[in-house]
């Protein structure tokens, strides 16, 4: 037990998914994993752990944006062992020929500003997924005929962005879509030895200006924690 997860020893599985909101990883448990049970409640940032084709799996959410994450993110991997974590969430595409509902495998992860940006300091640290994860989830998705890119994409620190400039640049740049957690989740894997990807729905577009509707959002979604669970046990 930890200050913000209170499973007890050997309730977290080191394999992790980790969507921002706690009632989709409550819908990720009940409708991918079997046995599923309930291992966080503290502060309603829910936790479950299961079983997916046998492999003991934990979905953890994870709140919104770099700071909520790196809390729960530390905790699962310093005390209780998670060795894969994997990000599942929404992002906004941000090139033309990126749609909704497609998913996007996060290669890397470009920021302004991190919890870690105190250790680096003057370093611009890059932070990228690991390989044989997005190798892993790459095929998976080609292999459900699910529409992926693999490239660079951008963890903001705020929600209401008010910088179209930034936004023009990123674009410019080929980043794929923007999100608030991955750059953060790769930082801690890789200070602590683990493996961590992120793999998104597209949900919405900032050039477009579409949206998925509401009512398509989980069939879209579950492509999107299939992939995931798929990528974990492949290698």
């Known amino acids: 037990m930890t200050i913000h997860i209170g499973a007890q020893k050997g309730e977290i599985a080191e394999t992790v998914l980790m969507p921002g909101d706690p009632y989709r ?3 990720a448990a009940e409708t991918f994993l079997d ?4 291992v ?3 502060r309603g940032m ?3 752990t299961g079983t997916w084709k046998g492999q003991p799996v934990t979905i953890q ?3 919104m944006g770099m700071p909520s994450l790196s809390i729960y993110a530390n905790e699962l991997i ?3 062992g998670a060795k894969t974590l994997i990000r599942i969430g929404s992002c906004g595409a941000m090139q033309n020929h990126v749609n909704i509902r497609d998913v996007i495998l996060a290669m890397t992860a470009s920021t302004l500003s991190t919890p870690s940006r105190g250790i680096f300091r003057e370093l611009n640290y890059a932070p990228c997924a690991d390989f044989d994860l997005l190798h892993a ?5 080609s292999a459900k005929g699910t529409p992926t890119h693999v490239g660079g994409i951008y963890s903001s620190d705020v929600f209401y962005d008010e910088r179209p400039d930034l936004n023009e640049q990123m674009i410019r740049h080929g980043i794929l879509g923007v999100e608030m957690e991955a750059a953060e989740l790769y930082t801690l894997a890789a200070r602590h030895g683990a493996r961590a990807l992120a793999v998104l729905t597209v949900s919405d577009h900032l050039i477009t200006h579409e949206a998925l509707p509401s009512e398509d959002r989980e069939r879209s979604f579950g492509d999107m924690v299939e992939i995931a669970l798929t990528a974990a046990f492949a290698s």
Do not use: I, M, Q, T
């Open 35 to 38: 046995d599923a049970r309930c």
């Open 25 to 27: 990883a409550k819908w």
């Open 40 to 42: 966080n409640e503290v």
């Open 61 to 63: 959410g994870s709140g």
């Open 46 to 48: 829910l936790g479950f």
């Open 78 to 80: 310093r005390d209780y």
């Open 137 to 141: 989830a790459h095929a998976a998705a």
